[in-house]
């Protein structure tokens, strides 16, 4: 299953366990806004967004703390 379905599933059974009405109405607007704004990706964005799942899917993966350790040493210039 694809990330994004996997989010998509944890969001819903979220939903389903709310029963306030004080946080449906703020999460209606935001989704109906969201979903209304849909933008189009370039070819070279599409491409680039397979190239993320093909290495999320082959672990090729790194931790935040290993990329903050190498953004550092490049700033340093090492």
């Known amino acids: 299953m694809a990330i ?3 989010i998509r599933n944890n969001l819903i059974d979220k939903i389903l366990s709310i029963r306030d009405k004080e946080i449906f109405e703020p999460l209606d607007k935001l989704v109906s806004s969201s979903v209304s704004d849909i933008i189009e990706l370039t070819n ?35």
């Open 44 to 78: 070279e964005q599409k491409e680039m967004l397979q190239m993320s799942e093909d290495d999320i899917q082959n672990g090729r993966l790194i931790s935040q703390d290993e990329m903050n350790k190498r953004n550092l040493e490049w700033l340093n210039g090492r």
């Open 4 to 6: 994004v379905d996997k």
